[in-house]
């Protein structure tokens, strides 16, 4: 019917228009958006006579009406014959025998039969804004679909006036499920595009597994404007297998949505996992032990605000609802972050045992100790003092100073180190390399070493002195010196042609 819509020039327009009794002004593309909502119009109302009527003029715009005055009822003594019964007369004359509702309906789909999508808690597809498109098998080439897409008056003013209501890329592949849903799932190499943008959006979700990425939102992309058509351009690629895709306009809903309808819905009572905790203890085959329960959710690893599990899970650990939610929309994959059972928005339940410990202890603490009778109490915390010297060593500086308690001993070890310092520096008599030795120093004021002053040991073995005349001559050793160029020992002399000489060295200047 929309399609025929499209074909009828100016004048037709107008004639369907003023026997409808709308507005014939306007251009082209408003009068059809006129006709068009007066068709939707019919559908919603149910109005089976003004639709037949509309279809009738929208297929014969030109053709003379029947005599409105024949009446197209016969009587026979007082009462209608049996013919007229199955006959009706419309409003502008017309006689058309009595249709069944679904024979008077259009078809609320596109006529190329698309996949069933499974049902997903963020969104509810209300009605297809575009036909079926088949992306057919391409295993060593691309291909391109170009299809228009074209907004009624209703479907424009929600995209405008509600933030909810979307439109979104739904996309399955063959071989579509005969009885069941089909998961979203895009081909690999895709590029989609809407009015020569390209759409941002994660196609592939978690290693390309179907079912694991979103339907694509394409709303901010639309000119949402009544008549207009936008356009929509898939290039895909490299595809063993076929993929049908399908606009649809959905209603989004947030988490923070879900939230509410989650803790107004069915709760897990604190009786019920005391009791189920109970029946574990029970069992012979099980050493009931006391247990620790996190209070932060593994997903975020943020203290958990709203406690949740699924009811075929077993364990008594909850997560946090928002967290869970929130990474369900981006990346759908619905398991339990704890156990890894696949879950559903519909088996989540608020855990009313750990409500109740979250808001009894305060936000410092992360976990709590768990009895096999269900009684709770709070993990002990690390030993204050412990957690103090460890805050101090964590935020101290370098030059902070450190108390030592055990002055005696340090004292005695000191003492040792330096007796051992005096042996060593030790060389015997008659060494011709007395220069060597040790440097005395002579201890400043304040009781502490000078940075310029530094201590030299040498030490020599008996053996080595006898062949010490055997020996070549040593390079001299070098000097620390300051920016002035005087050697920094105090006590020493400066190397002279003279001392090159008395060491034994003939090449002195």
């Not at 339907?215 to 639309?222: G, N, Q």
């Not at 603490?365 to 096999?372: K, L």
């Not at 000191?414 to 051992?420: D, G, I, R, S």
């Not at 060494?431 to 040790?438: L, M, N, Y």
Request: charged residues 25%.
């Amino acid at each position: 019917m929309t399609a025929k819509v499209k074909t009828l020039i100016n004048t037709q327009l107008k004639s369907v228009l003023k026997k409808e009794g709308l507005a014939v002004s306007g251009v082209k593309a408003a009068m059809q958006e006129r006709i068009i909502n007066q068709i939707e119009q019919y559908v919603q109302n149910r109005n089976i006579e003004g639709y037949i009527s509309l279809r009738t003029l929208i297929n014969n715009p030109d053709g003379s009406l029947p005599n409105s005055s024949a009446n197209p009822h016969s009587f026979q003594n007082g009462m209608p014959s049996r013919q007229s019964q199955h006959q009706y007369t419309l409003a502008n004359g017309i006689a058309r025998p009595a249709l069944s509702l679904a024979s008077a309906m259009p078809p609320q789909s596109y006529g190329t039969p698309g996949p069933s999508f499974k049902e997903s808690p963020f969104y509810t597809i209300l009605e297809p804004l575009t036909p079926v498109m088949e992306c057919k098998v391409r295993e060593s080439t691309r291909d391109q679909l170009d299809v228009k897409i074209t907004l009624g008056y209703d479907t424009a003013e929600k995209l405008i006036k509600d933030p909810s209501i979307k439109a979104m890329i739904y996309c399955a592949s063959d071989p579509i499920p005969p009885y069941s849903k089909s998961e979203i799932s895009f081909p690999y190499q895709i590029e989609i595009k809407v009015n020569q943008d390209e759409v941002k959006a994660n196609l592939r979700g978690l290693k390309n597994k179907p079912g694991s990425t979103r339907p694509a939102d394409i709303t901010s992309l639309l000119r949402r404007r009544a008549g207009y058509e936008n356009s929509l351009t898939v290039i895909y690629a490299l595809t063993t297998k076929k993929f049908y895709l399908i606009v649809n306009l959905v209603r989004q809903h947030p988490p923070e949505d879900l939230i509410d309808k989650l803790m107004s819905g069915k709760t897990i009572s604190i009786d019920q996992v005391v009791r189920e905790m109970i029946d574990k203890g029970k069992d012979n085959d099980i050493v009931a032990t006391s247990s620790i329960m996190s209070l932060k959710c593994p997903l975020s690893t943020l203290r958990i605000n709203v406690p949740c599990r699924s009811t075929v899970c077993t364990h008594n650990q909850c997560f946090d609802a928002l967290s869970f939610l929130q990474l369900q929309e981006q990346a759908p994959t619905w398991q339990c972050p704890i156990c890894n059972k696949s879950v559903s928005f519909g088996a989540l339940e608020v855990d009313e045992y750990v409500s109740d410990i979250l808001a009894k202890t305060s936000k410092n603490i992360d976990q709590v100790t768990i009895e096999p009778s269900g009684i709770w109490s709070q993990t002990s915390e690390p030993d204050a003092s412990i957690k103090r010297n460890d805050d101090q060593m964590s935020s101290g500086d370098d030059d902070d100073l450190v108390e030592l308690k055990d002055m005696p001993r340090i004292a005695a070890v000191k003492n040792e180190f330096t007796h051992v310092l005096g042996t060593v520096g030790r060389t015997p008599h008659g060494s011709s390399r007395e220069q060597s030795a040790v440097s005395t120093v002579a201890p400043s004021g304040s009781g502490k070493r000078s940075h310029g002053q530094v201590i030299e040991i040498s030490s020599d073995d008996d053996d080595d002195d006898d062949d010490y005349d055997d020996e070549p001559p040593r390079a001299p050793k070098r000097q620390i010196t300051h920016s002035s160029g005087l050697s920094s020992f105090p006590n020493s002399k400066l190397l002279t042609p003279s001392n090159f000489v008395h060491r034994g060295y003939t090449n002195a200047p």
